[in-house]
């Protein structure tokens, strides 16, 4: 089995930063995929960003030069650091990875959710 443990959601006033964290462990040969979705009240989850093992990058419109997608693949962790944030970002975001098994099979892992909330 796999875990995700995420942090460092919070409020924020408009205009301010934040970074989260999202740390898997478990029955781990690799991680392909991961990145970060949210989703706002009432509507659908979205993609916010991904990182791939390689290190290339993806990106919603909606948060390009704002935010910052990372990983450190020696912890098995991916980061988002986001920045100028706006009321617009409030929204339970959550963790998600592609992972290949210790028995070599594919799958997707998500994180429970971690709020943040930004004010005007």
């Known amino acids: 089995q796999v875990q995700l443990v995420e942090s460092g959601g919070g409020l924020v006033q408009a205009g301010g930063s934040l970074r989260l964290s999202c740390a898997a462990s478990?029955?781990?040969?690799?991680?392909?995929?991961m990145g970060w979705y949210r989703q706002a009240p009432g509507k659908q989850r979205d993609l916010v960003a991904t990182?791939?093992?390689?290190?290339?990058?993806n990106y919603a419109d909606s948060v390009k030069g704002r935010f910052t997608v990372s990983r450190d693949n020696a912890k098995n962790t991916v980061y988002l650091q986001m920045n100028s944030l706006e009321p617009e970002d409030t929204a339970v975001y959550y963790c998600?990875?592609?992972?290949?098994?210790?028995?070599?099979?594919?799958?997707?892992?998500w994180g429970r959710g971690t709020l943040v909330t930004v004010s005007s």
């Open positions: 998600y990875t592609l992972i290949r098994t210790m028995t070599l099979t594919y799958v997707e892992v």
């Open positions: 478990g029955s781990i040969f690799s991680i392909n995929a």
């Open positions: 990182i791939t093992s390689g290190g290339s990058t």
